[in-house]
C-alpha cells in the first residue's frame, strides 16, 4: 500500500515536470565540479556548495543537480556515472587503502568507457580522455585540488564539467546514459512486480532512501533482507518482495522528494513526518502542515479556524490562489530510524476532508480555558507533547513512541495513546503544576475514552461551576485553600500546593482535614484588615463542603485524579481571569 502510493505520486509529479524521469537522482547533493578541457586535463575544481544558515551558524551545503542514479553500495566496489566521490573520479583517499582506491578508478573509467566509447560529442571525449590520463598518485600535488584536498577526502561528491556546464546536460551523454539504463540486465530475475503487476525485472536491492533524522546519512531502507531468517522458498534480498527495477526507482525518487522538501517535511520525537495529495499539488501540504503544527505568517489562527471549519463541513475553499477539495485523497507517512533500515510509524489514508475534521476534533477535544498570557489559541502537537517532558533535563525531547502514537490519534481520530495521559501526570506530580496543555491532555483523554468513569460535566473548555462531582468539587476546594493561603501570608516560598497538592489528589481524607484546619487560621488572620474578603472565602468553603459530604473520601482513583486536577486547574484559571477578577473581595 505504501509502495504503490509512492509509486502513484512519482508518477504524477513526473507528469508534472516535478521529478526526473527513470534513471536520474534530481535531490543529488554534489559539492564540486571537475572542470575539464578538451584533451581531458583538469583545469579548474568549481566549488559548487552554498552558504546557508543553520541556526546561528552559517555552513556550506552542497548542491542539488539532476544526475545519473546512483546505486546502493554496501563494501563492494560499484562505480556510477558521471557524478562520484573522490575514490572514484580521482582514485585517491586517506583511509589508508591506495589499493581499493585505484581499483574504484579503474571500474568507475571501465563504466564510463562502456556508456562513452562511440559517442560523438566533445565533452564525452574530454572525460574519457581524463580517465586515459589521469595519475591518481599525483592527486594531492595537483593546484587545482590542493586547496580543497581536506573538503575532497570527506565524501564530498564530484560532478564532471566541460566549457563550464554540467557533463549530464550533454545530450549525446544523457542519451548514452538512458539508452544503458533502460536496457535489460540479462542477470536479473524477471518476476511480477508487486506494484505494478507487470512482468520485468526485479531489482535485487533498492535506492537508499535519505532525509529520515537519525538514520544512516548514507540513506536506509525501507525493503531489505539481510539474514536468512527473513527470506524464504531460496529467494535472496529484496527478491523475496518483488519489485520491478523502474518500480523500485520510481517509490524512492517519490519519497526522496518528499524527504527533501524541508518546508512539508516535519519530525516529532524521532518520527520524520511527510505526506502529500493525490494529484500532487502542494497546498495541500500546506494546509495540512499549519493545521497540524501550527500555522505561519500566511495565515492567522483566525483564518485557519474558519478554513478547517468550512473543510470541516466539506465546502470547497480558496487558499493560495488554488481550490481546496475535501474529497481529494491525501497521504501521511511517519519514519523513523532503524539501524540501516527504517521503521514505519504510521501510513494513513483517507480524504483530505477527513483529515481536517479529525484535526478539528483534536483541536476540540484539547481546547480549554487560556491563560492571558497564552498567545496560542490552539495548542500545536509539539506544544502538547513538551508537556511531558522535564523542561530542566538535558534532552527535552518527547518520547519518540508517544509521539508517533499522539500524531497517528490525531490524524486517526482515535482515543489518545495512554502514555499521553501517564506522561502529563507524571509531570503533574513531579511539578505540581496543572499547566494549560496538561489539563488539555486529561480533558482529551477523557473526552475520547468514554467508557472510562469520569464526570462527563467538567469535561468543557471552560469548567463546569455546577458540577457536584466530589473529586472535581475537592479540586476547586483545594485551589479556594491554595489562595486563602496567599492572601494570608503573600510572597510565601512554599505553599500548600507545593506540599500537599500530590497526597490532596490521591488521599483527600487525611490531607485536607489538615488543610481545612489551616485555613481557618489563615482566615484569621484575614479578618483582622479584610473582613468581607474573609467572609467570602468562608462562603467558599461552606458551599464546596455542602457537595463533598459529611467526609472527605478515603482515596481516588486515577480518572477520579484527573478530575481533581481539572476542578484545580478551572478554579484557578477562573481566579485570575479578568471576568472574575473581583469574585472574592473585600465587601
Not at 507 to 515: D, G, Q, V
Request: with cysteine; glycine share 6%; charged share 20%.
Amino acid at each position: 500500500m505504501i509502495l504503490q502510493a509512492l509509486y502513484q505520486h512519482y508518477d504524477t509529479l513526473c507528469r508534472q515536470g516535478k521529478l526526473s524521469p527513470p534513471g536520474w537522482d534530481a535531490t543529488f547533493k554534489v559539492s564540486f565540479g571537475l572542470e575539464l578541457s578538451q584533451d581531458g586535463e583538469l583545469l579548474d575544481l568549481l566549488d559548487l556548495r552554498a552558504t546557508q544558515l543553520r541556526g546561528k551558524k552559517e555552513v556550506l551545503v552542497p548542491k542539488l543537480i539532476n544526475v545519473p542514479a546512483h546505486k546502493g553500495r554496501t563494501v563492494g566496489i560499484s562505480a556510477n556515472f558521471l557524478c562520484d566521490n573522490a575514490t572514484y573520479l580521482l582514485g585517491v583517499d586517506e583511509k589508508g587503502k591506495p589499493e581499493r582506491a585505484k581499483q574504484c578508478f579503474q571500474a568507475c573509467a571501465t563504466l564510463h568507457h562502456q556508456l562513452l566509447d562511440g559517442v560523438d560529442s566533445p565533452a564525452a571525449k574530454a572525460i574519457l580522455a581524463f580517465f586515459d590520463h589521469w595519475e591518481p598518485n599525483k592527486a594531492a600535488e595537483h593546484p587545482c585540488l590542493a586547496p580543497q584536498w581536506k573538503d575532497l577526502m570527506g565524501n564530498a561528491n564530484l560532478l564532471f564539467f566541460y566549457d563550464l556546464n554540467e557533463a549530464t546536460e550533454d545530450p549525446a551523454i544523457r542519451n548514452a546514459w538512458q539508452t544503458y539504463y533502460d536496457a535489460v540486465n540479462p542477470e536479473a530475475v524477471q518476476s511480477q512486480c508487486l506494484i505494478t503487476g507487470e512482468i520485468g525485472p526485479i531489482a535485487a536491492t533498492h535506492p537508499p532512501i535519505k532525509g529520515v533524522r537519525g538514520a544512516q546519512s548514507s540513506g536506509a531502507a525501507l525493503v531489505s533482507f539481510n539474514a536468512s531468517a527473513f527470506c524464504s522458498y531460496g529467494h535472496e534480498q529484496n527478491l523475496n518482495a518483488p519489485v520491478s527495477e523502474r518500480a523500485a526507482f520510481a517509490y524512492t525518487a517519490a519519497l526522496n522528494a518528499l524527504l527533501a522538501d524541508q518546508e512539508h517535511c516535519r519530525v516529532i520525537g524521532d518520527t520524520t513526518i511527510v505526506c502529500w495529495a493525490e494529484h500532487g499539488e502542494s497546498v495541500y501540504q500546506n494546509t495540512a502542515f499549519a493545521a497540524m503544527f501550527g500555522s505561519d505568517n500566511d495565515i492567522s489562527d483566525k483564518d485557519l479556524s474558519a478554513l478547517l471549519n468550512k473543510l470541516v463541513q466539506g465546502k470547497w475553499i480558496d487558499w493560495d490562489a488554488y481550490h481546496l477539495n475535501p474529497e481529494e485523497h491525501f497521504f501521511f507517512l511517519g519514519l523513523a530510524p532503524n539501524a540501516a533500515r527504517l521503521s514505519v510509524r504510521f501510513f494513513l489514508r483517507d480524504s483530505f476532508g477527513n483529515f481536517m475534521k479529525n484535526i478539528a476534533k483534536h483541536y476540540a477535544d484539547t481546547a480549554i480555558l487560556r491563560p492571558s498570557y497564552d498567545k496560542f489559541e490552539h495548542l500545536p502537537l509539539w506544544k502538547l507533547l513538551n508537556e511531558t517532558v522535564n523542561q530542566n533535563a538535558q534532552n527535552k525531547s518527547p518520547s519518540p513512541q508517544l509521539a508517533g502514537d499522539t500524531l497517528r490519534a490525531i490524524l486517526a481520530g482515535t482515543p489518545y495513546p495512554a502514555t499521553l495521559l501517564y506522561g502529563a501526570n507524571l509531570r503533574i506530580r513531579a511539578d505540581c503544576q496543572v499547566t494549560r496543555g496538561r489539563a488539555a491532555i486529561v480533558k482529551g483523554y477523557y473526552l475520547r475514552n468514554p467508557n472510562i468513569p469520569f464526570p462527563r460535566e467538567g469535561l468543557t473548555m471552560e469548567g463546569n461551576p455546577n458540577s457536584t462531582n466530589v473529586p472535581y468539587t475537592l479540586g476547586r476546594l483545594f485551589s479556594v485553600l491554595e489562595q486563602i493561603q496567599e492572601a494570608a501570608n503573600p510572597g510565601l516560598n512554599a505553599t500548600i500546593k507545593d506540599k500537599y497538592f500530590n497526597s490532596a489528589s490521591a488521599t483527600p481524607a487525611p490531607i485536607f482535614t489538615l488543610l481545612v484546619n489551616l485555613a481557618q487560621k489563615h482566615l484569621r488572620v484575614i479578618r483582622r484588615t479584610k473582613p468581607g474578603m474573609a467572609v467570602n472565602f468562608e462562603k467558599k468553603i461552606a458551599e464546596y463542603a455542602a457537595l463533598i459530604g459529611e467526609s472527605y473520601p478515603t482515596r481516588l482513583t486515577l480518572p477520579e485524579q484527573g478530575a481533581f486536577q481539572l476542578g484545580y486547574y478551572f478554579e484557578t484559571q477562573n481566579r485570575y481571569s479578568k471576568k472574575n477578577t473581583n469574585e472574592i473581595k473585600e465587601d
